[in-house]
């Protein structure tokens, strides 16, 4: 299958500070990108969807001054996290599609705010 | 809005022994139906999926699902049980066009002994 690379593979960072997490496709052009959020001994929870040169679509109970998302080209999909406090420490994955409708998971980013 | 019930969160099997990972699922039309594995610390990867037809699917490593639309039900599937084969399992159903909004179960956690 299509290679979803996410980077970094692991953050941490300062209380206040932000990250941003990087989801690429890298060999098909991600028409859509979707990011999801995992806690511990939990499901996913999608966050958003991100569409090629649109504005991203945010899940209810998602704060999008937050969770800031660009998908500026169809191999490119960022998330940031501003402002990051404890409670964000999460594990983020992101999921890439192209038209064919198949979607494929990058392998996530732990992210822990200290 | 679909919803997707996993109700083992923890199944421990001998390896070589037979494996059946529950899943129902709560949506209006036709689903589309998805499992997923996910190893420690990484992202997913789709073992098969249901939008239509025949409703004994078959995917990769061996694994096996039956949709049976009276039980609302999807469960998967193997004959023999790997000791590589423990992981966590998810179960998804999608709407609007198979993976436009996917909606995980809260996962099931596969312990293999020797």
């Known amino acids: 299958g299509a290679v979803v690379s996410q980077h970094p593979s692991w953050v941490i960072c300062k209380s206040g500070t932000s990250v941003k997490i990087e989801c690429r496709s890298l060999?098909?052009?991600?028409?859509?990108m979707f990011w999801y959020r995992q806690f511990p001994k939990q499901s996913l929870m999608l966050m958003a969807t991100?569409?090629?040169?649109?504005?991203?679509?945010?899940e209810q109970g998602v704060e999008k001054d937050k969770f800031l998302i660009n998908h500026a080209s169809l191999t490119l999909s960022t998330l940031t996290v501003t402002s990051a406090h404890p409670e964000d420490s999460s594990f983020y994955i992101c999921?890439?599609?192209?038209?064919?409708?198949?979607?494929?998971f990058g392998q996530g980013t732990r992210l822990t705010v200290v | 809005a679909q919803s997707v019930t996993q109700p083992d969160i923890h199944i421990t099997v001998s390896e070589g022994a037979s494996l059946e990972l529950r899943c129902n699922y709560s949506?209006?039309?036709?689903?589309?139906l998805f499992w997923y594995v996910q190893s420690p610390g990484q992202g997913l990867q789709l073992l098969l999926k249901?939008?239509?037809?025949?409703?004994l699917v078959q995917g990769i490593k061996g694994f096996e699902a039956e949709f049976k639309r009276s039980q609302s039900s999807f469960n998967l599937r193997k004959p023999s049980v790997h000791w590589s084969d423990a992981a966590e399992y998810f179960c998804?159903?999608?709407?609007?066009?198979?993976?436009?909004?996917?909606?995980f179960g809260t996962g099931t956690k596969l312990q293999v002994i020797p």
């Open positions: 998804a159903v999608g709407v609007s066009g198979g993976y436009q909004k996917v909606t």
């Open positions: 991100s569409n090629e040169g649109s504005k991203a679509t945010y």
């Open positions: 949506y209006g039309a036709t689903p589309y």
């Open positions: 999921s890439a599609r192209d038209s064919t409708t198949e979607a494929f």
């Open positions: 060999d098909f052009q991600a028409t859509t």
């Open positions: 249901y939008f239509s037809g025949d409703t």
